[in-house]
């Protein structure tokens, strides 16, 4: 799996998907075009790269696309850079003022790095986003918060340690992620270049089960920004690109009784039914399917149940088509 809240109704789901089918009709292929042309170029003088990138597009929202596939692209993520912020986080972890202090200092070292060898971090990647929207005259905002993963902010916001971007089209705020759209860490210890276009103007909704910000208002939807936060379940790079959003259990960690029913569920943002469901857990290396019924999908909204017989603790595993999308953890009691 690569590394990459709330309680909602269905009027949620129904403004989530006016959301992202805001551009459903427009054709990016002249964008990812132009981005692909100037493969390459240096970051020396950005007021031209922007110009290049944007002056033979039409709308606001092909010119963004060109600028974000070109950055996700050609600048790669900086496991220096990472190991460096994360071993400094650690060290500061009960002092967040230092940090801030500390991580205010670093920027310029990340920039330099940015400029010079196309390498950064998240900061870098919402930095690089912000300033070629501003010489294409696009309103762009770096937000920083806290990204959910395997190994951060799993059951509670510890400390913030993301930042991505928000972008105003049409009059109207989308959000993105350049960092994990641009690919992932294998081991924190090789960069692969995998574009993820499930991180470009993504459902608030589904945005937020792994990007929490400072500022609650970049939730950009009023039931998120009035509800408190919930440890949901952990979802994964291949959950923004089937455009999952899990549903039910609500929370990650789950504490049940033996024999007791479990409902599963998930929102589709496609227009196309699923082709493979399952549910599973790993013992050692070796995947085991739950037994799964009562499965039907309305109106994009699947469900399934497994009843848990026996007592212990699973980690459990939603699949989509041999991608995991979703993780629960089930503790299963005496009845």
Known sequence: MKNTLLLFSLLI???????????????????NNVAKLY??????????????????????VEKFRAIYTWVCNNIKGDIYQNDKVTKQRKKL???????????????????????????????????????????ANIECKIVDGYGRSTTANVNSLEMANHSWNVIKLNNKWYLCDATWSSGYLVANALFINDY??????????????????????????????????????????????QKII???????????????????SFKSLKNKATDKITLVHFLGNSEHAFNIYDLKTENNITTFKHKFNHKGFYDVHLKINNDIVATYTIEVTKS
């Open 246 to 264: 899990p549903v039910s259990p609500e929370k990650m960690d789950n504490t049940i009784k033996k024999e007791d029913e479990v409902t599963f």
């Open 13 to 31: 789901f129904n403004n989530a998907i006016a959301q992202i089918s805001d551009f459903k009709s427009t054709d990016f292929t002249i964008a």
């Open 39 to 60: 493969k390459g170029s240096d970051l020396n003088n950005l007021p031209l790269l922007a110009h290049n990138l944007t002056y033979k597009l039409p709308t606001d």
């Open 93 to 135: 972890n009960n002092d967040s003022l230092a940090y801030i202090k500390w991580n205010n200092k670093y920027k310029k070292t990340v920039y330099k790095r940015l400029i010079n060898n196309k390498k950064t971090m998240c900061t870098g990647y919402a930095y690089l986003i912000k300033e070629l929207c501003f010489f």
């Open 196 to 241: 993820n276009d499930g991180y470009f103007l993504t459902d608030p909704i589904l945005f937020a089960k792994s990007h929490y910000p400072l500022n609650k208002k970049w939730l950009l939807n009023n039931e998120l920004i009035q509800s408190n936060f919930i440890a949901s379940p952990l979802v994964y790079g291949e959950t923004f690109k």
